[in-house]
């Protein structure tokens, strides 16, 4: 491994280790201060903190589902360390390992508060357009996610991609 790549996987912790607190910090607030009280409005019709224990997914969603939350996080979790160590000592491929740090940031934020209580602490809420309550750690898997989905489309390559192939094929690919 590089020395370079080393540095970026560091940075990567690092970035990870202060996503996850930054979620968690505000979640605590969030318990301090609206949990049993009515929505604090910050602006009035648009934006507005309301305390929800979220117990399932997005929208709601599959309610009580602890156990299969967790799975699926920490199967995506491993997809992304993964993909964090193949991926090559390229400036070009940094764009990747912030982003992925973020989906993991948002994954590890919200499986901390299933393990811990059985659900997810969401306080954010758009009362203009009556979006379902949500949090900081979903705003990393959301933003994070469609900047990929961008990235992905219109600025990678095919085979950008390349090193997720097994070694045998990438190299029977080159004999051809």
């Not at 491994?1 to 969030?30: G, N, P």
């Amino acid at each position: 491994m590089s020395r370079h790549k080393l540095k970026l996987l560091i940075f990567d912790l690092f970035f990870l280790i202060l996503l996850v607190l930054a979620d968690q910090f505000t979640k605590y607030i969030a318990v301090l201060k609206l949990k049993a009280q009515p929505a604090f409005s910050i602006i009035d019709g648009v934006l507005e903190f309301n305390y929800l224990e979220n117990r399932g997914a997005a929208f709601g969603m599959l309610q009580n589902q602890k156990f299969f939350f967790i799975i699926v996080a920490s199967a995506f979790l491993c997809v992304i360390v993964y993909v964090l160590f193949k991926s090559p000592d390229e400036k070009k491929y940094t764009r990747l390992h912030v982003l992925l740090i973020m989906i993991a940031g948002g994954a590890v934020g919200n499986m901390i508060d299933r393990l811990r209580f059985d659900y997810v602490v969401d306080f954010i809420y758009i009362a203009l357009i009556n979006f379902p309550i949500f949090n900081v750690a979903d705003m990393y898997v959301t933003f994070s996610t469609a900047v990929m989905i961008f990235q992905v489309l219109f600025v990678y390559k095919e085979n950008d991609f390349d090193f997720l192939k097994s070694g045998k094929l990438i190299n029977d690919e080159r004999r051809l």
